[in-house]
């Protein structure tokens, strides 16, 4: 998987520096290992909000990568990552969450 920090500015909501994104990455992974593939799995919208939750799924020689990334926007507008975080499991149980087609 590539980490270009810099093609990443334009995705992130805040525009953050390709250091702060950087820095960013690494906190999700502190053991200095990362996945060598990464799906979006599944959504789960977030009414009244233009935001919505995305499930990701990611895999690396030795060990399953779960995350949820808030995006914001809307689909006219398009979306942009607000934040990004690591699960525990691939994606906790909710009536609301859809699967990606």
Same mark, same amino acid.
């Not at 998987?1 to 390709?18: D, E, L």
């Given at each position: ?6 093609? &990443? ?10 250091g702060e994104i950087s820095m960013m990455v690494e906190k999700l992974h502190p053991s200095g290992?990362? @996945?060598? %593939?990464?799906?979006?799995?599944? $959504?789960? @919208?977030?009414?009244? =909000?233009?935001?919505? =939750? ?6 690396? /020689?030795? %060990? &399953?990568?779960?995350?949820? &990334? ?5 689909? *006219? =507008?398009? $979306? =942009? ?8 499991? /691939?994606? *906790? ?5 859809? @699967?990606?087609?």
């Open positions: 998987m590539q980490r270009n920090y810099t093609a &990443a500015i334009p995705f992130v909501s805040a525009n953050g520096s390709s290992e990362y @996945p060598e %593939q990464v799906v979006a799995r599944s $959504y789960e @919208p977030m009414p009244g =909000k233009e935001s919505m =939750k995305i499930y990701l799924e990611g895999s690396g /020689a030795n %060990q &399953a990568y779960h995350y949820l &990334a808030v995006m914001e926007g809307t689909e *006219p =507008k398009g $979306y =942009k990552v607000f934040s990004i975080a690591t699960l525990v499991e /691939a994606t *906790p149980g909710s009536d609301k969450i859809k @699967p990606l087609r």
